[in-house]
């Protein structure tokens, strides 16, 4: 909005002409959605305890720490970083750009399902919110909208071909089964992120580490020079995502000053899931969605570890782990929670340097 507004009088006031600059209108989406957060975040946060008298059901299957630490803490903080990224990308984006509004298409329908989730739990008072099945159904009908949206707007043949990470020029068309590929990584990556946040502040850093991750990737493979110099896929337009890229950066520092350990908030499937599908279509659009599953490895080993945990006990009737998602693993064997957060942090900023490297080892 501010781009629109003010860089066209950048002809008589030459300071606007730093509006044409995505760099300065990436920080300043950082900027507005971490002071959002920051200017808000407590009086928001009260509301949501004037709403929610207990709080978050906690899980009776889970640890059973959290049902005495965590009880009356209250959920869907995810809606102040949704309203800080849209407000950081609506006022520094260039909303002439439809893969912006494919993006905040997935991150909005995916935070109002992940929302009705939440509201659900808190008015049956239960950790059981809307079935696996309608959740999936909602998803993938959102995520396969948007995955068509972009195979239209984007130049063939990478409207529907799938690029293949630190190898050059290769690239596999798909025809239109990328629609059903795409939509899977985008809910994919919403879902692993959800499972990820069972720990407070272990979902958000891993979520900024991979946002950071693809502004950079965003940002080159938008710019003719940059993705010429690297042999990565030149997608035209998609350097404005790094826009909404910076708002989540910015969202989610803000949020992690109340959900850092011990949480005054829980992000909940409000934030989960439309943060995660964010990403997943992020990664559609620049054409590094198997980038993303390296970036996003910890979500991957989280979402990994359900599947096996469930494989094995119907099939053998032994569970693998002692508990999952992996995270409740390590609570088991007794590591602290601050323990098993940072450690998982430590492993994001690793994964996300070998899936940047990707950029460069072709």
């Not at 760099?23 to 957060?37: D, E, K, N, P, Q």
């Not at 959920?75 to 309203?83: E, K, P």
């Not at 985008?186 to 891993?206: E, M, Q, R, W, Y």
């Not at 599947?307 to 099939?315: D, G």
Request: proline share 4%.
């Amino acid at each position: 909005m501010l781009y629109h507004f003010l860089y066209p009088l950048s002809d008589d006031i030459q300071i606007f002409n730093v509006f044409r600059y995505l760099t300065f209108r990436t920080g300043g989406s950082i900027v507005t959605a971490l002071l959002i957060c920051f200017l808000f975040g407590q009086r928001f946060i009260d509301w949501l305890k004037s709403k929610q008298a207990e709080g978050q059901p906690i899980r009776e299957d889970g640890p059973q720490s959290h049902i005495v630490e965590k009880q009356g803490t209250p959920t869907m903080g995810g809606l102040l970083m949704l309203i800080a990224l849209f407000l950081g990308t609506l006022l520094w984006a260039d909303l002439r750009n439809p893969y912006v509004w494919v993006v905040l298409f997935v991150t909005g329908s995916f935070g109002a399902i992940g929302f009705a989730d939440d509201y659900s739990k808190v008015m049956r008072k239960s950790s059981a919110g809307l079935s696996g099945r309608m959740r999936l159904l909602l998803e993938f009908a959102v995520a396969g909208i948007a995955v068509y949206w972009v195979a239209v707007v984007t130049t063939t043949p990478l409207n529907t071909s799938l690029s293949i990470p630190f190898l050059k020029d290769v690239l596999l068309n798909l025809g239109w089964v990328f629609v059903l590929f795409g939509a899977f990584v985008i809910v994919g990556a919403s879902n692993a992120v959800n499972l990820t946040d069972g720990l407070d502040g272990l979902a958000i850093v891993p979520v900024m580490v991979a946002a950071a991750s693809f502004a950079l990737i965003s940002y080159l493979v938008g710019n003719a020079v940059f993705s010429g110099y690297l042999q990565i896929n030149f997608v035209p337009g998609t350097g404005e995502l790094a826009v909404i890229a910076g708002a989540m950066v910015g969202a989610g520092l803000g949020f992690l000053w109340y959900n850092a350990p011990p949480a005054m908030v829980f992000m909940g499937d409000t934030g989960s899931l439309s943060l995660g599908g964010a990403l997943g279509a992020i990664s559609v659009v620049t054409k590094h969605e198997l980038v993303l599953a390296i970036i996003g490895g910890l979500f991957v080993f989280e979402a990994v570890s359900v599947i096996v945990q469930v494989a094995s006990f119907k099939l053998t009737g032994k569970r693998v782990f002692r508990m999952a998602p992996i995270h409740h693993h390590f609570e088991q064997l007794g590591w602290a929670e601050p323990t098993i957060v940072i450690r998982f942090w430590i492993i994001s900023v690793i994964l996300a340097l070998v899936g940047l490297s990707s950029l460069k080892l072709r």
